[in-house]
């Protein structure tokens, strides 16, 4: 089942999508109930005790393959586990809802356009499938009135939210080819666990602040359970597998997936309401991916992958 790699790997990268499309839901539930760095944190941790539990002997098998790799496993913890949540924080201190979502669609363009510099030739399909998803992305986003991306104000926020796309991007492309003899696991083990350390400043500071808060209640421990089994531990290591198997552009485009899901899932779970805004750009968002994994025409060069970095 699933022989075909690229299929498995969009397979998995939809999987991914669905379950970070549930994190918004229970964002909504864990809203001041405890700190959003303080979630991330305890997320993390979370995530890295289930990994220990399984993954520390393969770790220690696998460390000579490991240590080689280690400065693109750095990135990743640095970017995916470090950054990205801080930055989405501190960012929306100082900038509209609407920009933090908008700027939050682009990580996919700029894989595509990360792996194109690095001389990883794109096929026609891809370009013409992220922008349908890109427009169908912003049109939800929008709330299907275009009108209101007319002078938006673009702040410091803003700034850091593109930087946390970014990371996301980076952290996509750094991991997109894993060296023979070095499983997920132990790439996830070692990213959590650095990621964790380089984390505690934030932290740290939050705790400063005379808003940091946790919550001891039932809504608090199924936010810290889901996120860090769900989106910190299940989801991650499928993203991991959906870039190894189909690499970074491919599942970049099905995360476009992810505004449309969490509106599905903000519809069944807490009564948000769906209408033609959804059923329109999730048509186009769909469609976007859909046409991104046509098969070149014939005469036209497929997306090569660029040789593994040392």
């Not at 001389?119 to 891809?126: L, M």
């Not at 299907?144 to 980076?170: K, S, T």
């Not at 491919?250 to 033609?276: D, N, V």
């Amino acid at each position: 089942m699933l022989e075909n790699r690229t299929l498995r790997g969009s397979v998995f990268a939809l999987l991914t999508t669905v379950i970070w499309s549930g994190n918004f839901v229970v964002a909504r539930m864990a809203v001041g109930k405890i700190s959003p760095m303080t979630l991330g944190a305890a997320r993390w941790l979370v995530a890295l005790l289930v990994l220990c539990c399984f993954a520390l002997p393969r770790l220690k098998r696998e460390w000579p393959v490991a240590r080689k790799f280690l400065p693109q496993i750095l990135v990743a913890g640095l970017t995916a586990v470090t950054l990205y949540n801080p930055l989405c924080y501190l960012g929306a201190a100082t900038t509209s809802a609407i920009n933090l979502a908008l700027i939050s669609v682009t990580t996919p363009i700029f894989i595509v356009i990360i792996c194109s510099l690095l001389g990883e030739k794109q096929a026609v399909n891809t370009w013409v499938g992220c922008t349908i998803a890109l427009v169908g992305s912003i049109y939800l986003v929008a709330n299907g009135e275009l009108g209101r991306l007319v002078g938006l104000q673009f702040a410091f926020g803003d700034i850091l939210m593109l930087g946390a796309a970014i990371g996301f991007a980076v952290y996509s492309i750094v991991l997109r080819k894993v060296p023979e003899g070095l499983s997920q696991s132990t790439i996830l083990t070692l990213m959590v666990f650095f990621g964790l350390i380089m984390l505690t400043p934030f932290l740290i500071w939050e705790w400063s602040q005379p808003t940091a808060r946790i919550e001891a209640s039932g809504t608090v421990i199924f936010s810290i359970l889901y996120t860090g089994v769900g989106n910190s531990l299940i989801a991650w290591w499928l993203w991991n597998l959906a870039l190894e198997n189909a690499g970074a552009a491919r599942a970049g485009m099905i995360y476009y997936a992810l505004p449309l899901l969490s509106g599905l899932f903000g519809y069944l779970f807490i009564g948000e309401t769906m209408g033609m805004v959804h059923l329109v750009s999730g048509i186009l968002i769909v469609g976007g991916i859909l046409w991104s994994n046509r098969a070149p025409k014939a005469g036209q060069a497929p997306a090569r992958t660029a040789p593994a970095t040392e």
